[in-house]
């Protein structure tokens, strides 16, 4: 078996899972209680929130924990348009290419009266600075944009976005879901004011994941019950997953430029490998992308039918997000940077990391080579575009 899905989820780290059950095992008290066993799991729950805050330079205080990235968007968004509203600000700027868990929600709001700007996103996958600061008006509440994209692995110029949102005094909130753990991120430096993240990207458990709101951002609950997390998230606290957590970011922050040099290697032969095939393409910047990312479009393919195969072949790959598989709609990410339909069915996305083997990508390389041409074989599409009825467009 070969997982290339990591953008999906991450397998736990040993690490994680020890600290996991180690917290299950003997902090199984209540933080919120006062008797002795209560405030040593309260200890563990605030250890694991100064080290979290610390991976980004941010304060304890700072930091809420959710049940993961999803609610963080949630959360997030949320509050920013609510402390909007009261000034009369009702503008929200985001990009096409967000994840569901920020573009539902701000369909959300707009159906609430918000107006939303969504920018268009370049051919390479990357909104600029310019383009936010053009966008930005009197009553421009928030600024949304990811810090990397989960299909095609694009990153953001974030550290400008962030020096322009402070310029304009507009609250900046970035989804670093992608990115925490395998890019430095520090808050103050990038000027940015609120910022999610989940454990299941980077080796954590599911379910676990937080969310920076800096200090003086009032946030809105959107759960409500006892006064747990500073009153901004009721719910007795998910302590041994948020410990793994904590524990597993740690080890994901301690060697990311080795780790990232060897993970773009293998990412960069991936690369190559793919680009031999005829009429196909990479999706997004090939530099400004995550080390661990690949994504193409094969011309006269569906994607669908590639996975199957794929998997057949012991190799776990992805169309796009995991949300949006099963659906027959094209992804949302691919038709933002332009791809149009036909091409963007035919896509492939490879989320490695870096316990992959340098035989495994030869193996990926020659699995894909194999599949694409044998569904080509049959492909109406690619036996008109073969026959001049249709152009390539790849
Ligand atoms: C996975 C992901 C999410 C959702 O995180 P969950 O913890 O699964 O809710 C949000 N944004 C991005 C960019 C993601 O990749």
């Not at 040993?14 to 917290?23: M, S, T």
């Not at 509050?79 to 096409?96: C, F, Q």
């Not at 020096?163 to 991120?185: E, M, S, W, Y």
């Not at 901004?232 to 990232?260: C, D, F, S, W, Y």
Request: with cysteine.
């Amino acid at each position: 078996m070969i997982y290339a899905d990591n953008a999906a989820t991450t397998k736990m780290s040993e690490l994680a899972l020890k600290r996991f059950v180690e917290v299950a095992s003997n902090e199984f008290g209540n933080p919120s209680s006062l008797y002795s066993i209560g405030q040593s799991a309260k200890d563990v729950l605030e250890n694991a929130r100064a080290d979290v805050a610390s991976v980004i330079n941010a304060d304890p205080r700072e930091i809420i924990f959710t049940s993961g990235g999803s609610e963080a968007d949630n959360q997030a968004i949320i509050s920013a348009a609510k402390l909007g509203e009261k000034n009369g600000k009702k503008h929200i700027i985001s990009t096409a290419f967000e994840h569901h868990a920020v573009l539902h929600t701000l369909e959300k709001l707009k159906k609430e009266g918000f107006e939303i700007t969504l920018l268009d996103v370049h051919s390479n996958g990357i909104v600029t600075a310019d383009e936010v600061e053009a966008a930005i008006k009197d009553e421009t509440c928030l600024v949304t944009i990811m810090f990397a994209n989960n299909e095609i692995g694009t990153i953001q110029p974030i550290r400008e976005i962030g020096a322009v949102c402070r310029k304009h005094n507009v609250l900046f909130h970035t989804d670093a879901v992608q990115a925490i753990g395998h890019l430095p991120i520090d808050v103050q430096e990038y000027n940015i004011d609120m910022l999610s993240s989940s454990g299941h990207k980077f080796h954590g458990p599911k379910g676990t994941g937080f969310l920076y709101a800096k200090k003086g951002i009032r946030l809105t609950n959107l759960i409500e019950g006892g006064a747990q997390e500073k009153g901004k998230r009721a719910g007795t606290e998910n302590v041994p997953g948020i410990a793994a957590m904590a524990e597993a970011l740690k080890a994901a922050v301690a060697n990311i430029p080795q780790h990232n040099d060897s993970l773009r290697a293998k990412r960069d032969r991936l690369i190559e490998g793919l680009l031999q095939i005829p009429h196909s393409a990479l999706n997004g910047d090939r530099d400004s992308r995550l080390p661990g990312n690949v994504n193409f479009c094969f011309e006269g393919i569906e994607g669908e039918s590639l996975l199957l195969l794929l998997d057949d072949k012991g190799i776990s790959a992805s169309s796009g997000s995991a949300c949006t598989s099963g659906s027959l709609d094209p992804s949302h990410v691919l038709l933002a940077i332009g791809r149009v339909h036909d091409v963007a069915h035919g896509s492939l996305r490879l989320s490695i990391e870096d316990d992959i083997t340098n035989e495994d990508i030869e193996y990926i390389i020659r699995s894909v080579r194999e599949v694409v041409e044998y569904l080509r074989g049959f492909s109406p599409i690619w036996r008109d575009l073969v026959a001049g009825k249709k152009q390539f467009i790849l």
